[in-house]
Protein backbone atom coordinates (compact mmCIF):
# COMPACT_ATOMS: atom_id res chain seq x y z
CA UNK A 1 0.00 0.00 0.00
CA UNK A 2 1.29 3.22 -1.33
CA UNK A 3 2.09 5.96 2.05
CA UNK A 4 -0.41 8.76 1.38
CA UNK A 5 0.92 12.42 2.34
CA UNK A 6 -2.08 14.87 2.28
CA UNK A 7 -0.69 18.67 2.50
CA UNK A 8 -3.78 20.16 3.74
CA UNK A 9 -4.72 23.87 3.18
CA UNK A 10 -6.75 25.23 5.90
CA UNK A 11 -10.49 25.66 4.78
CA UNK A 12 -10.32 23.67 1.69
CA UNK A 13 -12.60 20.87 3.06
CA UNK A 14 -9.26 19.06 4.93
CA UNK A 15 -10.61 17.91 7.93
CA UNK A 16 -13.42 15.72 6.22
CA UNK A 17 -10.45 14.50 3.75
CA UNK A 18 -8.37 14.36 6.92
CA UNK A 19 -10.98 12.04 9.12
CA UNK A 20 -11.75 9.69 5.88
CA UNK A 21 -8.13 8.98 5.74
CA UNK A 22 -7.47 8.75 9.58
CA UNK A 23 -10.05 5.83 9.63
CA UNK A 24 -9.07 3.59 6.80
CA UNK A 25 -5.28 3.86 7.96
CA UNK A 26 -5.94 3.55 11.87
CA UNK A 27 -4.55 5.73 14.49
CA UNK A 28 -1.37 3.57 14.56
CA UNK A 29 -0.28 3.84 10.77
CA UNK A 30 -1.55 7.88 11.08
CA UNK A 31 1.68 10.58 11.48
CA UNK A 32 0.16 12.63 15.01
CA UNK A 33 2.35 15.45 13.30
CA UNK A 34 -0.80 17.63 12.13
CA UNK A 35 0.06 21.09 12.42
CA UNK A 36 4.27 21.99 10.98
CA UNK A 37 4.40 23.72 14.44
CA UNK A 38 4.36 19.86 15.99
CA UNK A 39 7.38 18.83 14.59
CA UNK A 40 10.54 17.51 16.52
CA UNK A 41 13.64 16.61 15.85
CA UNK A 42 12.36 13.41 13.35
CA UNK A 43 10.60 16.96 11.41
CA UNK A 44 7.32 16.92 9.25
CA UNK A 45 7.25 13.37 8.46
CA UNK A 46 8.39 11.00 10.55
CA UNK A 47 9.24 7.21 9.58
CA UNK A 48 6.64 4.74 10.47
CA UNK A 49 3.42 5.80 9.13
CA UNK A 50 1.24 5.70 5.93
CA UNK A 51 -0.71 8.42 6.43
CA UNK A 52 1.02 12.33 6.59
CA UNK A 53 -2.24 14.71 6.75
CA UNK A 54 -1.68 18.00 8.15
CA UNK A 55 -0.96 21.85 7.49
CA UNK A 56 2.62 21.02 6.90
CA UNK A 57 6.11 22.44 5.72
CA UNK A 58 7.15 20.06 2.45
CA UNK A 59 10.21 21.81 1.58
CA UNK A 60 12.58 18.29 2.58
CA UNK A 61 9.60 15.56 1.29
CA UNK A 62 10.93 13.46 -1.38
CA UNK A 63 8.67 14.48 -4.02
CA UNK A 64 9.95 11.50 -6.13
CA UNK A 65 9.35 8.86 -3.97
CA UNK A 66 7.30 6.14 -6.01
CA UNK A 67 6.31 5.11 -2.81
CA UNK A 68 4.06 7.98 -2.16
CA UNK A 69 1.00 9.61 -3.18
CA UNK A 70 1.42 13.27 -2.62
CA UNK A 71 -1.84 15.60 -3.03
CA UNK A 72 -3.67 18.58 -1.85
CA UNK A 73 -7.08 19.97 -2.53
CA UNK A 74 -7.66 23.17 -3.65
CA UNK A 75 -10.91 25.72 -3.49
CA UNK A 76 -11.73 29.19 -4.84
CA UNK A 77 -9.57 31.92 -3.30
CA UNK A 78 -11.89 34.23 -2.36
CA UNK A 79 -14.26 31.37 -1.21
CA UNK A 80 -11.20 30.41 1.27
CA UNK A 81 -10.36 33.78 2.49
CA UNK A 82 -13.94 34.53 3.48
CA UNK A 83 -14.78 30.92 4.76
CA UNK A 84 -11.09 31.19 7.06
CA UNK A 85 -12.29 34.38 8.54
CA UNK A 86 -15.96 33.12 9.02
CA UNK A 87 -14.79 30.49 10.69
CA UNK A 88 -11.55 32.01 12.95
CA UNK A 89 -14.45 35.27 13.74
CA UNK A 90 -16.91 32.52 15.11
CA UNK A 91 -14.44 30.57 17.05
CA UNK A 92 -13.19 33.45 19.05
CA UNK A 93 -15.95 34.17 20.61
CA UNK A 94 -16.64 31.20 22.05
CA UNK A 95 -12.56 30.92 23.79
CA UNK A 96 -11.80 32.62 27.26
CA UNK A 97 -9.77 35.07 27.43
CA UNK A 98 -7.01 33.84 29.15
CA UNK A 99 -7.04 31.63 26.41
CA UNK A 100 -6.67 34.13 23.38
CA UNK A 101 -3.91 35.62 25.81
CA UNK A 102 -1.94 32.44 24.50
CA UNK A 103 0.60 33.79 22.13
CA UNK A 104 -0.41 30.97 19.62
CA UNK A 105 -3.90 31.97 19.67
CA UNK A 106 -2.48 35.90 18.97
CA UNK A 107 -4.70 35.53 15.51
CA UNK A 108 -7.86 34.95 17.28
CA UNK A 109 -7.45 37.42 19.58
CA UNK A 110 -7.18 40.18 16.97
CA UNK A 111 -9.92 39.03 15.08
CA UNK A 112 -12.29 39.59 18.56
CA UNK A 113 -11.19 42.88 18.85
CA UNK A 114 -10.91 44.46 15.37
CA UNK A 115 -13.30 45.30 12.61
CA UNK A 116 -12.50 43.41 9.44
CA UNK A 117 -10.21 46.16 7.72
CA UNK A 118 -8.47 46.43 11.02
CA UNK A 119 -7.71 42.43 11.14
CA UNK A 120 -6.30 42.44 7.23
CA UNK A 121 -4.42 45.49 7.14
CA UNK A 122 -3.46 46.43 11.07
CA UNK A 123 -0.32 48.09 11.32
CA UNK A 124 3.00 46.44 12.95
CA UNK A 125 5.44 43.51 11.18
CA UNK A 126 4.67 40.90 13.16
CA UNK A 127 0.71 41.06 12.24
CA UNK A 128 1.34 42.09 9.17
CA UNK A 129 3.78 39.07 8.33
CA UNK A 130 0.59 36.93 9.99
CA UNK A 131 -2.12 38.23 7.34
CA UNK A 132 0.79 37.64 4.83
CA UNK A 133 1.11 33.85 5.85
CA UNK A 134 -2.58 33.20 6.39
CA UNK A 135 -4.50 34.80 3.80
CA UNK A 136 -2.39 36.90 1.23
CA UNK A 137 -2.14 34.51 -2.05
CA UNK A 138 -1.62 31.79 -0.02
CA UNK A 139 -1.69 29.53 -2.66
CA UNK A 140 1.22 30.75 -4.23
CA UNK A 141 3.62 31.28 -1.31
CA UNK A 142 2.78 27.79 -0.04
CA UNK A 143 3.97 25.80 -3.41
CA UNK A 144 6.92 28.38 -4.22
CA UNK A 145 7.86 28.16 -0.51
CA UNK A 146 7.03 24.40 0.22
CA UNK A 147 6.52 26.37 3.79
CA UNK A 148 2.94 27.09 5.85
CA UNK A 149 4.90 30.16 6.91
CA UNK A 150 7.62 30.76 3.88
CA UNK A 151 6.72 34.41 2.79
CA UNK A 152 10.20 35.24 4.50
CA UNK A 153 12.26 33.32 1.88
CA UNK A 154 10.19 34.56 -1.44
CA UNK A 155 10.60 38.53 -0.39
CA UNK A 156 13.57 38.61 -2.76
CA UNK A 157 11.06 37.51 -5.96
CA UNK A 158 8.96 39.40 -8.13
CA UNK A 159 5.06 38.47 -8.27
CA UNK A 160 5.58 36.60 -11.89
CA UNK A 161 8.76 34.65 -9.96
CA UNK A 162 6.80 33.68 -7.21
CA UNK A 163 3.70 31.84 -9.34
CA UNK A 164 6.29 30.47 -11.80
CA UNK A 165 8.01 28.80 -8.64
CA UNK A 166 4.62 27.88 -7.83
CA UNK A 167 3.51 26.49 -11.02
CA UNK A 168 6.99 24.30 -11.33
CA UNK A 169 6.38 23.11 -7.65
CA UNK A 170 2.78 21.90 -8.02
CA UNK A 171 4.22 19.62 -10.83
CA UNK A 172 6.11 17.91 -7.63
CA UNK A 173 2.03 17.23 -6.29
CA UNK A 174 0.87 13.63 -7.48
CA UNK A 175 -2.51 14.86 -7.84
CA UNK A 176 -4.19 18.63 -7.17
CA UNK A 177 -8.24 18.24 -6.93
CA UNK A 178 -10.62 20.91 -6.07
CA UNK A 179 -13.49 21.04 -3.23
CA UNK A 180 -15.69 20.19 -6.40
CA UNK A 181 -13.74 17.38 -8.14
CA UNK A 182 -13.51 15.29 -4.10
CA UNK A 183 -15.19 12.12 -6.05
CA UNK A 184 -11.85 11.80 -8.11
CA UNK A 185 -9.93 11.47 -4.97
CA UNK A 186 -12.80 8.90 -3.63
CA UNK A 187 -11.54 6.79 -6.44
CA UNK A 188 -7.92 7.33 -6.20
CA UNK A 189 -7.82 6.05 -2.33
CA UNK A 190 -9.65 3.41 -3.26
CA UNK A 191 -7.36 2.30 -5.86
CA UNK A 192 -4.39 2.72 -3.65
CA UNK A 193 -6.26 1.40 -0.85
CA UNK A 194 -8.89 -1.44 -1.39
CA UNK A 195 -11.07 0.82 1.25
CA UNK A 196 -14.03 3.31 0.02
CA UNK A 197 -14.06 6.69 1.74
CA UNK A 198 -16.72 8.90 1.66
CA UNK A 199 -15.30 12.78 1.26
CA UNK A 200 -17.66 14.49 -1.37
CA UNK A 201 -20.37 14.63 0.64
CA UNK A 202 -19.45 14.49 3.95
CA UNK A 203 -19.01 17.90 6.05
CA UNK A 204 -16.36 18.02 8.81
CA UNK A 205 -15.45 20.92 10.82
CA UNK A 206 -17.49 23.66 8.53
CA UNK A 207 -17.65 27.47 9.52
CA UNK A 208 -20.56 29.57 10.71
CA UNK A 209 -21.04 30.31 7.14
CA UNK A 210 -21.28 27.15 5.83
CA UNK A 211 -24.83 27.54 4.37
CA UNK A 212 -24.40 31.35 2.93
CA UNK A 213 -24.21 30.85 -0.81
CA UNK A 214 -21.41 33.80 -1.31
CA UNK A 215 -19.27 34.09 1.72
CA UNK A 216 -16.91 36.61 0.02
CA UNK A 217 -19.78 38.91 -0.49
CA UNK A 218 -20.30 39.13 3.26
CA UNK A 219 -17.07 39.85 3.54
CA UNK A 220 -16.42 42.72 1.18
CA UNK A 221 -19.34 43.98 3.12
CA UNK A 222 -17.33 44.69 6.31
CA UNK A 223 -14.38 45.89 4.75
CA UNK A 224 -16.10 49.99 4.72
CA UNK A 225 -14.88 50.99 1.73
CA UNK A 226 -14.11 50.33 -1.84
CA UNK A 227 -10.21 51.10 -1.32
CA UNK A 228 -10.57 48.00 1.28
CA UNK A 229 -12.61 45.77 -0.67
CA UNK A 230 -10.00 46.20 -3.99
CA UNK A 231 -7.21 46.08 -1.53
CA UNK A 232 -8.74 42.45 0.01
CA UNK A 233 -9.68 41.13 -4.03
CA UNK A 234 -5.48 41.79 -4.13
CA UNK A 235 -5.36 39.12 -1.64
CA UNK A 236 -6.50 36.42 -4.69
CA UNK A 237 -4.63 37.73 -8.06
CA UNK A 238 -1.63 35.69 -7.78
CA UNK A 239 -3.76 32.65 -6.26
CA UNK A 240 -5.92 33.12 -9.26
CA UNK A 241 -3.28 33.27 -11.98
CA UNK A 242 -1.59 30.28 -10.64
CA UNK A 243 -5.29 28.30 -10.84
CA UNK A 244 -5.41 29.17 -14.15
CA UNK A 245 -1.94 27.97 -15.22
CA UNK A 246 -2.83 24.61 -13.51
CA UNK A 247 -5.95 24.42 -15.76
CA UNK A 248 -4.06 25.41 -18.62
CA UNK A 249 -1.54 23.10 -18.15
CA UNK A 250 -3.60 20.46 -17.26
CA UNK A 251 -2.40 19.89 -13.48
CA UNK A 252 -5.68 20.84 -11.76
CA UNK A 253 -7.32 17.34 -11.53
Not at 43 to 50: A, I
Not at 66 to 94: E, G, M
Request: glycine share 4%; charged share 25%; with cysteine.
Amino acid sequence: MKRIIFLHIPKTAGQTVHSELARVFGPEHTSPVRVHTQASTEGQFPQGYKLYSGHLDWETLDTSDDDSFIFTVLRDPKDRIASFYFYLLHKSHYMRNKELSAHENIGLKEIKNRTAPEYFFGEGEEWKAFILDHYDNFYCRYFASRKVRGSENLRTLDTSQVIQKATNSCRDIDRIYTTKTLSHLENDIFNFTGKAVYIAKTYVNVGPSHNTKNKWAELLKLMGSEENRARLTEFTALDETLIYNLKQQKILY
